[in-house]
């Protein structure tokens, strides 16, 4: 099953293009890494995807189990399944990150028709995927992401998304500030939520994180255009070679 | 402006769910004011002649004080000539005994408003009096009370059954002279509550006040007075609203506290008058004195407040803290939205030795309003060790409101110690995009960031309170952050 076609995608920022033409497919069960160099345009993608204002799409669509995102808010879209795990995870003051996560579950169950967990189911639920990222109860009660390390951040979104089981999980530079303790804990936390009902995206700078969550294709991103596409040898090439060698390839080389 | 903005501004521009108007017929007094009005309301409240003396004297010491100009709103001037000073429901018979008795219509407005007026408020363990316009309609939970030895009853009701109390306490913490809207008080007020707690006393349940103004062209000036006697413990409860109207009206409310030795009393508002339209039509200006008296040592006061109504707010619910050890505190969470102007914040006045005060004040300011908070902390020069810590943050939605903070420090105590905070944030739009990007509507994004952000004072609320607060924060806010 298509899990996500983007055809011919073109956004752009303040009148500025920074998507040229992206095409990709996803299907069900996939995981699909997104690199390439700063500017490349690997925010905006997942920005785009999720949702987010200030972009303006002016070609191509977005299919996410045969409908159009384009047109929906970005709730809409979480509520079926689609899920941004963020680079910069906000902070909230005064919210605690338990009544965030219920009210998440709670939005998400509406939208599929059922009712809302009580407080004992809830927090049977959360404590068990709690144990996929090792956190510690007391994370619950703390304020959303206020004063969360960067590891403690990352793994609050990968609980984010065990708990609301998205279908498609854009993973934007999951791996970044964190040590290497830290990287293996999110990583085993990702690779635990790979389902065949489930497909993922990677947006990384770094083939490291690819050592732990090993991607079934991996995409270069140049310049708003994906200009190589291959499997989990590619990014290995990538760290050899670095980057500097895509910019002399030619325009519409893509995927 | 983004969409966000846009959406938000719809958002924050709901209706006021209160603005409903009761057909029920009214005695008022024609509009107007002079000494044969207030003789007018003294005789048909049937008061001993201290308190006729006592409404003149302020009324001739009105006239001559001026408008107060120094607060940061702007409004023109008040035909005090054009209010009627009382207004009651009309009786059948010299007033209601029992619920029972009660104008059925008046208690459908009271349900329609969510307060619990009959059995219900045996359910939810809260005595209330309500005050529709001038009088008190209904006061539950009187006999219950009564067996402990508290008494809580209409303050015009109190008069005649306790004048030694009321001429010992009435005035004593705001004294007519006090400031202009305290002394238009003094000489009109029509009812309100009293309340007294005995020595030893904890009151079992919350007392609670509701008001209601309800006839157009008055103004409502009710007269809370409660006194905490040795360690006895009080929490006192008061939610407002009115209908909605295109004209302004007037309330000037006087609420004095008295703590005595080791007392405490804990005074929570839920502040929704009719705040106007999104064009600056109509609305309650609400200018109101509150003051407390820590007069005995180790003794507590705390204000809480949720203020999302009115018009223009005008209001410092203040602190004297002249007994040793006393402790006083003051929460606030002031929205304003769309035209509103918003002036509030407190007085923590230090006398006693060792007595701490706490100020957290959250304002929230949205559409094309002006928040602003004042407040003053004075250590007197008998106030050794004396604290303050004052938070103060501020919460803009948009970009066409104002939030402002004028703090004032007064220490004349070389050992006391006054520490203040302040912020100004704005709801920002990764905050937003965060959590819709986790399945939330935007009005539901927005309700759980400000409450976030007021948390410290919903806290203090007491139970059923905070639920209300918390909703109408997420009503009041329909429509304005950027």
């Given at each position: 099953m298509k899990m996500l076609e983007i055809k011919n995608l073109h956004a752009t920022i303040d009148g500025k293009e920074i998507l040229k033409g992206i095409d990709l497919t996803v299907n069900a069960g996939e995981v699909h890494a997104i690199m390439g160099p700063n500017g490349a345009g690997k925010s905006t993608l997942s920005n785009v995807l999720a949702g987010r204002d200030g972009y303006e799409i002016t070609q191509g669509e977005i299919l996410y189990k045969g409908e159009n995102l384009i047109?929906?808010?970005?709730?809409?879209?979480?509520?079926?399944?689609?899920?941004?795990?963020?680079?910069?995870?906000?902070?909230?003051?005064?919210?605690?990150?338990?009544?965030?996560?219920?009210?998440?579950?709670?939005?998400?169950?509406?939208?599929?028709?059922?009712?809302?967990?009580?407080?004992?189911?809830?927090?049977?639920?959360?404590?068990?995927?709690?144990?996929?990222?090792?956190?510690?109860?007391?994370?619950?009660?703390?304020?959303?992401?206020?004063?969360?390390?960067?590891?403690?951040?990352?793994?609050?979104?990968?609980?984010?998304?065990?708990?609301?089981?998205?279908?498609?999980?854009?993973?934007?530079e999951t791996d970044s500030g964190l040590d290497i303790d830290a990287l293996r804990i999110v990583s085993e936390g990702v690779n635990a939520l790979r389902d065949t009902d489930r497909s993922m995206i990677m947006i990384t700078h770094y083939q490291r994180l690819l050592d732990y969550i090993v991607p079934d294709y991996v995409h270069v991103l140049s310049n708003g255009r994906i200009v190589k596409s291959g499997d989990k040898d590619l990014a290995k090439e990538l760290e050899r070679s670095g980057y500097s060698w895509i910019h002399d390839a030619p325009e519409g080389v893509g995927a | 402006m983004t969409d966000q903005t846009q959406q938000l501004e719809t958002?924050?521009?709901?209706?006021?769910?209160?603005?409903?108007?009761?057909?029920?017929?009214?005695?008022?007094?024609?509009?107007?004011?002079?000494?044969?009005?207030?003789?007018?309301?003294?005789?048909?409240?049937?008061?001993?002649?201290?308190?006729?003396?006592?409404?003149?004297?302020?009324?001739?010491?009105?006239?001559?004080?001026?408008?107060?100009?120094?607060?940061?709103?702007q409004y023109p001037e008040v035909d005090f000539q054009a209010i009627s000073y009382y207004s009651a429901p009309k009786k059948k018979t010299d007033g209601p005994k029992?619920?029972?008795?009660?104008?059925?219509?008046?208690?459908?407005?009271?349900?329609?408003?969510?307060?619990?007026?009959?059995?219900?408020?045996?359910?939810?363990?809260?005595?209330?009096?309500?005050?529709?316009?001038?009088?008190?309609?209904?006061?539950?939970?009187?006999?219950?009370?009564?067996?402990?030895?508290?008494?809580?009853?209409?303050?015009?009701?109190?008069?005649?059954?306790?004048?030694?109390?009321?001429?010992?306490?009435?005035?004593?913490?705001?004294?007519?002279?006090?400031?202009?809207?305290?002394?238009?008080?003094?000489?009109?007020?029509?009812?309100?509550?009293?309340?007294?707690?005995?020595?030893?006393?904890?009151?079992?349940?919350?007392?609670?006040?509701?008001?209601?103004?309800?006839?157009?062209?008055?103004?409502?000036?009710?007269?809370?007075?409660?006194?905490?006697?040795d360690d006895a413990y009080v929490s006192y409860l008061e939610g407002c609203t009115a209908p909605m109207r295109d004209e302004n009206q007037l309330h000037a409310a006087v609420?004095?506290?008295?703590?005595?030795?080791?007392?405490?009393?804990?005074?929570?508002?839920?502040?929704?008058?009719?705040?106007?339209d999104e064009n600056g039509k109509g609305g309650i200006y609400n200018f109101v004195t509150k003051r407390a008296a820590c007069r005995g040592e180790s003794s507590k006061v705390s204000w809480t407040q949720v203020e999302t109504g009115s018009a223009i707010t005008w209001k410092y619910p203040s602190v004297v803290l002249q007994g040793d050890n006393s402790v006083g505190e003051f929460y606030s969470v002031a929205v304003t939205n769309n035209m509103q102007q918003a002036d509030t914040g407190t007085k923590m006045i230090h006398l006693g030795k060792n007595t701490s005060s706490t100020i957290i004040s959250k304002g929230i300011?949205?559409?094309?309003?002006?928040?602003?908070?004042?407040?003053?902390?004075?250590?007197?020069?008998?106030?050794?060790?004396?604290?303050?810590?004052?938070?103060?943050?501020?919460?803009?939605?948009?970009?066409?409101?104002?939030?402002?903070?004028?703090?004032?420090?007064?220490?004349?105590?070389?050992?006391?110690?006054?520490e203040h905070e302040a912020s100004t944030s704005k709801i920002s739009e990764d905050q937003l995009f965060y959590c819709k990007q986790r399945?939330?509507?935007?009005?539901?994004?927005?309700?759980?960031?400000?409450?976030?952000?007021?948390?410290?004072?919903?806290?203090?609320?007491?139970?059923?309170?905070?639920?209300?607060?918390?909703?109408?924060?997420?009503?009041?806010?329909?429509?304005?952050?950027?």
């Open positions: 047109d929906l808010e970005p709730e809409e879209r979480a509520q079926r399944g689609v899920f941004l795990a963020f680079q910069y995870p906000v902070e909230i003051p005064g919210v605690s990150n338990i009544y965030l996560l219920k009210a998440a579950l709670n939005a998400v169950r509406k939208y599929q028709g059922l009712d809302e967990l009580d407080a004992i189911d809830f927090l049977t639920l959360v404590r068990s995927k709690m144990e996929l990222v090792k956190m510690d109860e007391q994370f619950l009660h703390r304020s959303v992401n206020e004063g969360f390390s960067g590891g403690e951040k990352k793994r609050n979104e990968i609980l984010q998304m065990a708990l609301l089981e998205p279908a498609l999980a854009i993973l934007d | 958002l924050t521009r709901k209706e006021y769910s209160a603005g409903f108007v009761t057909d029920i017929e009214s005695d008022s007094l024609p509009p107007g004011l002079n000494e044969d009005v207030i003789r007018e309301i003294s005789r048909i409240k049937n008061e001993p002649e201290f308190l006729l003396e006592w409404r003149l004297k302020a009324y001739r010491h009105w006239l001559t004080m001026d408008t107060p100009i120094w607060a940061h709103v029992s619920l029972d008795e009660v104008d059925p219509e008046l208690l459908r407005t009271y349900e329609k408003l969510g307060v619990p007026l009959d059995e219900r408020a045996r359910l939810a363990g809260v005595a209330v009096d309500a005050v529709f316009d001038s009088v008190s309609v209904a006061n539950t939970f009187q006999d219950k009370l009564a067996e402990q030895g508290i008494i809580f009853m209409p303050l015009s009701k109190a008069v005649q059954e306790y004048p030694e109390l009321i001429k010992q306490y009435l005035g004593s913490v705001v004294p007519y002279q006090d400031n202009y809207y305290a002394a238009l008080n003094s000489a009109v007020f029509s009812d309100g509550s009293f309340v007294y707690i005995p020595k030893g006393v904890r009151c079992p349940m919350e007392l609670s006040t509701y008001f209601r103004i309800n006839a157009a062209n008055t103004g409502q000036f009710e007269r809370t007075l409660i006194i905490a006697d609420v004095e506290l008295v703590a005595m030795n080791r007392a405490e009393i804990k005074y929570s508002t839920v502040q929704n008058w009719y705040p106007g300011s949205a559409g094309r309003s002006q928040n602003a908070y004042r407040g003053l902390v004075r250590m007197g020069p008998n106030a050794e060790n004396a604290r303050n810590y004052t938070e103060c943050d501020s919460l803009l939605m948009g970009d066409r409101c104002a939030a402002h903070t004028f703090p004032y420090i007064e220490v004349k105590n070389p050992t006391a110690k006054v399945g939330l509507d935007t009005e539901d994004a927005v309700s759980m960031i400000v409450n976030g952000f007021c948390k410290q004072v919903i806290r203090e609320l007491p139970m059923e309170f905070a639920v209300e607060a918390q909703n109408l924060l997420g009503l009041s806010l329909e429509g304005s952050v950027g």
